[in-house]
């Protein structure tokens, strides 16, 4: 017996394009195990450093809307070969960097691929599978990420230790070709739309009038300020604070790993049909468990559980958090991708920026866990009101759907067609515009 539509095995390519994302998470975030031998060769400090972890991110928060808008008119196909080869080829440059400032360089070129890819990438994953299958295919691209910062990240930290930090940009190169084999050989190709299908910028960048996808933006941010307020500072909280010994640090860094990808799975299998219930329960949960870690950061124990449960709860929300906004910028599925993109790396930013400043107030690191359970509950309050608008406007299409199918019939024998009131609902829905859901079908799972 075939499987239920909601329940259907994803199409391979969508695997592909969450491998290529597990070699673009394991180059932004496998620095923090490198830093040592990095700045010891190429005769920098530590901050100076650190500084290239600030750049990838803040590449990645520029370039996925710019990229995002210029490729607006290419093919899918072509765009992502062309992102992945570009992120490939600065991997590479980094590996041969004779200087600070072309390693520098490099980040950005590939930060500003890696932003555009997964753009693209997460457009072309939703375009693949029914839009009830839309954070199912989501959790393939954040399961990609959460098995780098498992897998990827430890690996690239092993390299550097033992053959040299460079090893691990080779590395990372490898597997971005890799990524593109399986995307020129796996991703089907797309024609460019012509005529009203055409994408159109100003067309798509009118859902930044709904403000249903700021609501998103807002709680994608916070989310992830959250987890990373806390998540840069672990290794001197777990070492200062819970007195853990240093070589503890990459096991417990691997055991939040694993619940990231533990909470993937968990938020991709109930996301599509509980959206709401999952946003609501894993940013809830996310706050407790990081208001607990502030109170028991002393405690060893407490320290590595509450670790563990934290990547679960923060990772729960992450395909939620990629299908809403797909959801409400429905109409603009590429700038969806980019906002979704550089939603999530703002907060990255901001977290350990915001998690800086309250160890330099002189509160040690316990605060970097209230600093982030304050965050989570900003996101808490951000979904309610996001929850409270799409429960109005959905009851109000709803009346108005059923008015507009009831009132015409004159119209419908006219023209020698029939339309259900489902039809007429949908339509009217994607009258609507901006708020994104263009049909009856993204409203059920929502309103739960």
């Avoid at 906002?339 to 977290?351: C, E, M």
């Avoid at 006219?414 to 039809?423: D, L, N, V, Y």
């Avoid at 515009?433 to 059920?444: K, N, V, Y």
């Amino acid at each position: 017996m075939p499987a239920p539509p909601d329940r259907a095995r994803l199409p391979i390519a969508v695997y592909v394009l969450g491998l290529s994302v597990f070699a673009l998470g394991t180059s932004e975030f496998m620095l923090s195990g490198i830093l040592q031998p990095l700045a010891r060769d190429l005769r920098v400090s530590i901050p100076q450093a650190g500084l290239l972890v600030s750049a990838f991110a803040i590449g990645m928060v520029v370039g996925a809307p710019v990229l995002a808008a210029a490729t607006l008119r290419l093919p899918r196909r072509t765009t992502l070969i062309a992102l992945l080869a570009v992120f490939g080829l600065g991997q590479v440059a980094g590996a041969l960097a004779p200087s600070y400032g072309v390693l520098f360089a490099s980040r950005v070129v590939s930060a500003l691929a890696c932003a555009g890819f997964w753009a693209v990438g997460a457009a072309v994953a939703v375009s693949l599978v029914p839009v009830t299958a839309r954070a199912r295919a989501m959790a393939v691209m954040v399961g990609g990420l959460s098995i780098a910062n498992i897998a990827g990240v430890p690996a690239g930290a092993l390299l550097g230790q033992h053959a040299g930090w460079r090893a691990a940009f080779w590395a990372v190169a490898g597997l971005a070709a890799i990524g593109l084999l399986g995307v020129v050989a796996l991703v089907p190709r797309t024609a460019v739309p012509t005529g009203d299908d055409r994408p159109q910028l100003r067309r798509e960048l009118a859902i930044y009038k709904d403000g249903q996808v700021w609501l998103a933006l807002i709680a994608t941010a916070l989310n992830g300020a959250a987890v990373f307020a806390l998540f840069s500072y672990l290794s001197p909280l777990l070492t200062d604070t819970a007195g853990l010994a240093e070589s503890w640090v990459p096991t417990v860094l691997a055991l939040f790993g694993v619940g990231a990808l533990i909470g993937t799975f968990i938020g991709g299998r109930v996301a599509d049909a509980h959206l709401f219930g999952t946003l609501f329960g894993g940013i809830i949960a996310s706050t407790v468990v990081l208001a607990v870690l502030a109170l028991t950061a002393h405690s060893a124990v407490a320290a590595i559980a509450l670790s563990l449960l934290l990547g679960v709860t923060a990772f729960t929300t992450a395909p939620a958090l990629n299908a809403r906004m797909f959801n409400v910028a429905n109409a603009a599925p590429t700038l969806a991708g980019a906002t979704t993109t550089a939603a999530f790396n703002i907060g990255n930013t901001l977290g350990p920026w915001l998690g800086g400043l309250a160890i330099g107030a002189g509160w040690g690191y316990p605060s970097v866990a209230w600093t982030g359970a304050a965050l989570a509950a900003g996101a808490v309050v951000t979904t309610a009101v996001a929850f409270r608008l799409h429960r109005v406007t959905s009851s109000s299409r709803l009346i108005a759907s059923s008015a507009a199918t009831t009132s015409a019939p004159s119209a419908h024998r006219t023209t020698g067609m029939t339309k259900t009131p489902a039809t007429g609902a949908a339509e009217s829905a994607g009258a609507a515009g901006a708020a994104g859901t263009a049909s009856l079908g993204t409203q059920g799972p929502e309103s739960r």
